[in-house]
Nanobody, 124 residues
Framework: QVQLVESGGGLVQAGGSLRLSCAGS????????MGWFRQAPGKEREFVAA????????YYEDSVKGRFAISRDNAKNTVYLQMNSLKPEDTGVYYC?????????????????WGQGTQVTVSS
Protein backbone atom coordinates (compact mmCIF):
# COMPACT_ATOMS: atom_id res chain seq x y z
CA GLN A 1 0.00 0.00 0.00
CA VAL A 2 1.19 3.53 -0.75
CA GLN A 3 -0.49 6.81 0.06
CA LEU A 4 -0.15 9.75 -2.32
CA VAL A 5 -0.81 13.42 -1.60
CA GLU A 6 -0.63 16.08 -4.29
CA SER A 7 0.03 19.76 -3.73
CA GLY A 8 0.98 22.86 -5.70
CA GLY A 9 -2.14 23.49 -7.72
CA GLY A 10 -3.72 26.92 -8.05
CA LEU A 11 -4.86 29.68 -10.35
CA VAL A 12 -2.39 31.02 -12.91
CA GLN A 13 -2.60 33.16 -16.01
CA ALA A 14 -1.92 31.72 -19.43
CA GLY A 15 1.82 31.58 -20.05
CA GLY A 16 2.58 31.12 -16.38
CA SER A 17 4.09 28.22 -14.49
CA LEU A 18 3.24 25.88 -11.65
CA ARG A 19 5.07 23.00 -10.00
CA LEU A 20 3.01 20.15 -8.66
CA SER A 21 4.34 17.80 -6.03
CA CYS A 22 3.19 14.34 -5.03
CA ALA A 23 4.43 12.95 -1.74
CA GLY A 24 4.31 9.21 -1.24
CA SER A 25 4.40 7.21 1.93
CA UNK A 26 4.19 3.60 2.89
CA UNK A 27 6.13 1.15 0.77
CA UNK A 28 9.43 1.71 -1.05
CA UNK A 29 8.72 4.65 -3.31
CA UNK A 30 11.44 3.94 -5.84
CA UNK A 31 9.77 0.64 -6.78
CA UNK A 32 6.87 2.45 -8.35
CA UNK A 33 6.45 3.92 -11.77
CA MET A 34 4.81 7.29 -11.16
CA GLY A 35 2.36 9.05 -13.44
CA TRP A 36 0.47 12.30 -13.65
CA PHE A 37 -3.04 12.44 -15.06
CA ARG A 38 -5.57 15.23 -15.37
CA GLN A 39 -9.32 15.53 -15.71
CA ALA A 40 -11.10 18.55 -17.09
CA PRO A 41 -14.78 19.19 -16.29
CA GLY A 42 -16.99 16.93 -18.37
CA LYS A 43 -14.05 15.01 -19.80
CA GLU A 44 -12.38 11.71 -19.11
CA ARG A 45 -9.18 11.46 -17.13
CA GLU A 46 -6.19 11.68 -19.45
CA PHE A 47 -2.52 10.80 -19.25
CA VAL A 48 -0.02 13.63 -18.86
CA ALA A 49 3.38 12.15 -18.03
CA ALA A 50 5.09 9.19 -16.39
CA UNK A 51 8.52 8.39 -15.01
CA UNK A 52 10.33 5.15 -14.29
CA UNK A 53 11.38 4.15 -10.79
CA UNK A 54 14.95 5.31 -11.24
CA UNK A 55 13.90 8.46 -13.07
CA UNK A 56 15.85 7.47 -16.16
CA UNK A 57 12.86 7.14 -18.47
CA UNK A 58 10.17 9.78 -18.94
CA TYR A 59 7.12 9.70 -21.17
CA TYR A 60 4.83 12.60 -22.09
CA GLU A 61 1.52 13.21 -23.74
CA ASP A 62 2.13 15.03 -27.02
CA SER A 63 0.20 18.14 -25.95
CA VAL A 64 2.57 18.82 -23.03
CA LYS A 65 5.91 17.90 -24.60
CA GLY A 66 8.37 20.77 -24.32
CA ARG A 67 6.23 22.53 -21.70
CA PHE A 68 5.94 20.04 -18.82
CA ALA A 69 8.71 18.10 -17.08
CA ILE A 70 8.26 15.17 -14.73
CA SER A 71 10.94 14.34 -12.19
CA ARG A 72 11.32 12.47 -8.92
CA ASP A 73 13.38 12.51 -5.76
CA ASN A 74 13.28 9.04 -4.28
CA ALA A 75 15.11 10.18 -1.16
CA LYS A 76 12.14 12.43 -0.45
CA ASN A 77 9.51 10.01 -1.79
CA THR A 78 8.28 12.76 -4.06
CA VAL A 79 7.46 13.15 -7.74
CA TYR A 80 7.13 16.54 -9.40
CA LEU A 81 5.45 18.00 -12.45
CA GLN A 82 6.91 21.30 -13.60
CA MET A 83 4.40 23.01 -15.86
CA ASN A 84 5.51 25.95 -18.00
CA SER A 85 3.79 27.97 -20.72
CA LEU A 86 0.44 26.97 -19.32
CA LYS A 87 -2.64 27.21 -21.51
CA PRO A 88 -6.33 27.41 -20.58
CA GLU A 89 -6.78 23.88 -21.95
CA ASP A 90 -4.40 22.64 -19.24
CA THR A 91 -7.10 23.40 -16.67
CA GLY A 92 -8.28 20.43 -14.64
CA VAL A 93 -7.74 18.33 -11.56
CA TYR A 94 -4.28 16.79 -11.63
CA TYR A 95 -3.73 13.39 -10.06
CA CYS A 96 -0.58 11.48 -9.35
CA UNK A 97 -0.64 7.72 -9.48
CA UNK A 98 1.68 4.81 -8.72
CA UNK A 99 2.10 1.66 -10.77
CA UNK A 100 3.70 -1.48 -9.32
CA UNK A 101 4.60 -2.90 -12.71
CA UNK A 102 7.96 -2.56 -14.45
CA UNK A 103 6.59 -0.93 -17.59
CA UNK A 104 5.85 2.77 -18.03
CA UNK A 105 2.28 2.99 -19.33
CA UNK A 106 -0.21 5.73 -20.17
CA UNK A 107 -3.33 3.70 -19.39
CA UNK A 108 -4.90 4.90 -16.14
CA UNK A 109 -6.26 1.41 -15.45
CA UNK A 110 -2.69 0.18 -15.07
CA UNK A 111 -2.05 2.36 -12.01
CA UNK A 112 -2.66 0.86 -8.61
CA UNK A 113 -2.72 3.85 -6.26
CA TRP A 114 -4.05 7.37 -6.66
CA GLY A 115 -3.91 10.66 -4.86
CA GLN A 116 -6.92 12.89 -4.24
CA GLY A 117 -5.94 15.42 -6.88
CA THR A 118 -5.06 19.11 -6.96
CA GLN A 119 -6.90 21.75 -8.99
CA VAL A 120 -5.07 23.68 -11.69
CA THR A 121 -6.88 26.59 -13.31
CA VAL A 122 -5.33 28.57 -16.16
CA SER A 123 -7.06 31.80 -17.04
CA SER A 124 -6.89 33.37 -20.48
Amino acid sequence: QVQLVESGGGLVQAGGSLRLSCAGSGRTFSRFIMGWFRQAPGKEREFVAAISGSGGYRYYEDSVKGRFAISRDNAKNTVYLQMNSLKPEDTGVYYCAADESAVVRRNSAAYDYWGQGTQVTVSS
